[in-house]
């Protein structure tokens, strides 16, 4: 059965100290993994696309990796406005029925 | 603000009601998806329409159904309602009938079920 696993589950950080979330995945047919944000009573918003093993995407203080089995969002020198859950999603299954699947999400706090 | 919009935000209703929840997708997408949010079980996919017809079905209950209308707005009908189907919906569109990581969200419609 296609997951995804995030971890951790929460992650509180000081202002200015960097980290990573987890993603990882099983899926029969990877087409692609994707990183969203969601704010608190807001809807997800894209972030990341990723492809093939080995791809790497940056946006300001956040980059996102990927392996065969597994992505990384690396966060450096964080601010608090970098508050949100961050959710992992894959675009898996067979060619005539192909969806994303979702991970639980990680909830991350910067405290200034 | 993601163009995608959803009536009513909030909704309180009584086990056993029905409720009908509202979208608008983003002008010129033809795709609408809905979602489960809840607390326990993350985002959960429950269906597609593309152009007014069922593209894709995920996890969704036989008790729910939705339909996506000319105009392309969609609604996601809510019946018999249980204490656990209290979440937040979220209606998505695209502007493709495939599954979409460039999807755009609404702000979701908050159901508590009393």
């Known amino acids: 059965e296609d997951q995804v696993t995030q971890s951790p589950e929460a992650l509180r950080l000081q202002e200015g100290e960097s980290s990573s979330l987890n993603c990882s995945y099983t899926?029969?047919?990877?087409?692609?993994l994707f990183w969203y944000r969601q704010d608190p009573g807001k809807g997800p918003e894209f972030l990341f696309t990723?492809?093939?093993?080995?791809e790497e995407k940056e946006k300001e203080r956040l980059k996102a990796t990927l392996t065969k089995k597994e992505s990384f969002l690396h966060i450096t020198a964080p601010k608090p406005e970098d508050s949100a859950t961050y959710l992992c999603?894959?675009?898996?299954?067979?060619?005539?029925?192909?969806?994303?699947?979702w991970g639980a999400g990680t909830k991350l706090i910067i405290k200034p | 603000d993601s163009g995608v919009t959803q009536t009513p935000k909030h909704l309180i209703t009584a086990t056993g009601q029905r409720v009908t929840l509202r979208c608008s997708p983003r002008?010129?997408?033809?795709?609408v998806y809905w979602y489960q949010q809840s607390l326990d079980q993350g985002l959960q996919f429950l269906i597609q329409?593309?152009?007014?017809?069922?593209?894709a079905k995920g996890n969704i209950l036989e008790r729910f159904s939705a339909q996506q209308f000319p105009d392309l707005h969609s609604e996601l009908n809510l019946s018999s309602l249980e204490l656990g189907d209290s979440a937040l919906y979220f209606c998505?569109?695209?502007?493709?009938?495939?599954?979409?990581?460039?999807?755009?969200f609404g702000e979701g419609s908050w159901l508590t079920v009393v």
């Open positions: 990723l492809y093939s093993a080995g």
């Open positions: 002008s010129g997408d033809l795709s």
């Open positions: 999603a894959v675009l898996g299954g067979t060619d005539s029925n192909y969806q994303l699947i």
């Open positions: 998505a569109s695209s502007v493709g009938q495939g599954p979409n990581p460039y999807i755009y």
């Open positions: 329409y593309y152009n007014g017809e069922e593209r």
């Open positions: 899926v029969s047919g990877l087409r692609g």
